[in-house]
């Protein structure tokens, strides 16, 4: 495909997001936001899934704790202000990311995957079996965020037009972000530990290092699309942090293809469609919601992600190297 079909494309695409809300359901909108907060979550994870080969369960901790961390900000008779609101819940996200990950990452394999696993349904039953927000019940955000400059209010997240506008800034801030950083010295290392850690250590890189970084970016990431969930719900309970959601979020990464730009936005929007349209026809959704996974797996081994026109330095990334001989190609250049 070329550039310019490409750009024009995106061009349409981001015209139809702009205008949707000013003609779309009330339903609607709500949804295609869950789907935008959800597009935010699945990227964070295919960072460390799709880029780096940290393959997670536990990262919806991250993305539960900036909830609660909103939860237990807000009062309940007035808004918390936005910016410091958000810049706590990210950040605690991130400190989160910080300590797990400084023990995790020393890991690998089905190590790290247990490690992951371990250390989110420690929080979950944290959260789950005492009384420091509501216990299994949750806790409820009465006000809204909202954002205040000097008496005037630009942006209300009760509303939901404003709520949509934000989270469509926030989904594609974040994945300029991540391709910008791909496309860096710093994307290059972590797609180099991707194919053949072994080597980038032979090169004189500290890989712990890039790993523990990237690690903490994609929380930070998954807090940011935790706040806006629970800024968008007004109710925050243990599920937030359970392996559960850690699991779906890993489908669409696998559904919309890993270690692709358009990966997440495919695997969140086709997986979450799949799930409403199916509920609709019977009760029996999750069993044809699992033959869509299956099959996808099947016969579409790099995702839906697969499916579009290739273009050159738009990849998918080569499977790990078996005993040291990965290609170099990797190092030279960040697959996105």
């Not at 079996?129 to 955000?141: P, Q, V």
């Not at 990431?221 to 800024?231: D, M």
């Not at 730009?261 to 086709?270: D, E, H, I, M």
Request: charged letters at 10%; one cysteine or more; proline letters at 4%.
């Amino acid at each position: 495909m070329s550039t310019r079909v490409r750009s024009i494309a995106l061009l349409v695409g981001l015209a139809l997001l702009l205008v949707f809300p000013l003609v779309g359901d009330r339903f609607y909108v709500q949804f295609f936001s869950k789907i935008l907060i959800m597009t935010i979550f699945a990227g964070s994870l295919n960072l460390l899934v799709g880029y780096t080969g940290l393959i997670s369960l536990g990262h919806a901790a991250f993305f539960g704790i900036a909830g609660y961390i909103l939860a237990l900000y807000s009062p309940d008779t007035a808004a918390a202000g936005l910016l410091t609101s958000l810049l706590l819940s990210v950040g605690g996200a991130a400190l989160l990311a910080l300590l797990i990950g400084s023990l995790v990452v020393r890991t690998g394999g089905i190590f790290f995957i247990m490690a992951t696993l371990a250390f989110a349904e420690m929080l979950f039953y944290l959260f789950h079996d005492t009384a420091i927000a509501g216990g299994s019940d949750g806790i409820y955000i009465y006000q809204r965020p909202t954002l205040m400059i000097a008496g005037w209010q630009p942006l209300d997240l009760a509303n939901i037009v404003h709520f949509y506008y934000l989270v469509l800034f926030f989904s594609l801030a974040a994945i300029v972000s991540i391709h910008t950083l791909l496309r860096s010295p710093f994307g290059k290392v972590i797609v180099g530990i991707r194919v053949n850690e072994q080597r980038m250590r032979a090169l004189g890189f500290h890989t712990y290092r890039y790993k523990l970084v990237c690690f903490v970016i994609a929380g930070a990431l998954a807090g940011l699309a935790g706040y806006l969930a629970a800024s968008q719900f007004g109710v925050v309970n243990p599920e937030m942090l359970g392996w559960h959601l850690s699991g779906s979020v890993l489908m669409m990464v696998i559904l919309g293809g890993m270690g692709t730009l358009v990966g997440p936005v495919l695997g969140a929007f086709s997986l979450m469609m799949l799930e409403e349209g199916f509920q609709s026809i019977t009760k029996h959704w999750q069993l044809l919601t699992g033959a869509v996974i299956v099959l996808v797996a099947l016969y579409l081994p790099r995702g839906f992600a697969g499916l579009l026109p290739k273009r050159t330095g738009n990849k998918t990334l080569p499977p790990r190297s078996k005993g040291g001989t990965g290609s170099s190609a990797a190092v030279d250049r960040p697959y996105v």
